[in-house]
């Protein structure tokens, strides 16, 4: 019998929309040795844990924890802790993952009532507005902050007051923006929200960060049934991540050391510099891009820095472009789900992975790859224009 083959899979730059580049920091995190889920050491991980998160998310949120699990168990926590069956819940849906948080919503046996945009297009307030006129007593709206199956990237401010003003509570989703855009909890009045690991807090895939308010909290304490998820009851999930420290579920040590070094790098690198640095790198990639005339799909003025939806041209095969940035350049991008399947290409720019020479890397191969595939390109040009902004930006700064 020839032996199983080592673990040697190639080293990868990571630039679909999701997982991006682990730092080397995180992964020798993950070597650390264990400690059991209630040594004291470890209960100090979880304390700064809550603290480093409540930082990334902006808030003051005491229930500020990682889930275990993917960004979807985020997704699912929020909602399953705050809907009881009969509740009325306003959705936004405009791409993939607006469209699974509807279907949640509808397992936990509440009302759904859907605010629909074109994919690739934000939630105009006006139709929110409107839904919530159609409700009797919404429990929460619900919306994605930044949908990576588009690119578009949602404002929030004037939904959230329109879901206060009816009496709801307002969920985002910030899965593909936070640590690599603005996300203010507390400033924007969101009440629930939750994240994973693997996107702009450059993380391997495998806890979902999530903040509670007041509100929520208080939400969450009324209900009349239990929660329909026992692994994601945050009523007995809170009190392992409080000084009671009752056991719940064996918390995923190794994970938890990851996302503390992800969370301490952030810190380091300070938010208002990482999201300049996201800023910067989306404005070279799209000015490459233009510069041969790919465009970005998703709306005008709502164009995510952390993940670019790029218009394939007529003509060139999604796939066989794919295959050889992968092939020949160790590059990965991301094609599209759904009704953008073929049409466009998704290219992720978060956490490690938003630098210059990975924005100068995906656009050279570009410049080598799409020629061969029929799409003519002048040699150089989207490189001298993403160049172009980075000297900008240095000129700004007085570099
Ligand atoms: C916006 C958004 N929400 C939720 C999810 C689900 O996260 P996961 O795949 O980590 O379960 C994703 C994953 O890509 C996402 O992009």
Known sequence: MTPTASLEPPARVLLGPGPSIVSPRVLRAMSIPLVGHLD????????????????????????????????????????????EPGDEAVVCVNGVFGTRMADIVERCGATLTKVDAPWGRVIDPADVAAALKRCKRPKLVAIVHAE???????????????????GALFVVDTVTSLGGCPVR?????????YSGTQKCLSCPPGLAPVTFGP???????????KVQSWYLDLTMIEKYWSAERVYH??????????????????????????WARHERNHQALKAGLAAIGLSIASQESHQLWTLNSVTIPDGVDDARVRSALLDEFNLEIGGSLGPLKGKTWRIGLMGESSTAANVL?????????LPRCGYGVEPGVALAAAQRVYAEARESVGA
Not at 69 to 76: L, N, R, V
Not at 215 to 225: D, G, M, N, T
Not at 361 to 369: M, N
């Open 40 to 83: 004291p050491a470890f209960l100090r991980i979880m304390d700064e844990t809550k603290r480093l998160l409540q930082f990334v998310f902006q808030t003051r949120n005491e229930l500020s924890i990682p889930i275990s699990g993917t960004g979807s168990a985020g997704m699912e926590t929020c909602l399953v802790n705050l809907l």
């Open 148 to 166: 990576t199956s588009t690119g578009a990237w949602q404002p929030l401010e004037e939904i959230s007051a329109l879901a206060h003003g009816a």
């Open 185 to 193: 909890v507390d400033d924007w009045g969101i009440d629930t929200c």
């Open 215 to 225: 509100r929520a909290v208080e939400a969450l304490r009324r209900r009349k049934s």
């Open 249 to 274: 579920h064996t918390a995923p040590i190794t994970m938890n050391y990851a996302l503390y070094e992800a969370l301490r790098i952030i810190e380091e690198e300070g938010l208002d510099a990482r």
């Open 361 to 369: 890397l995906v656009l050279s191969a570009l410049e080598r790859v």
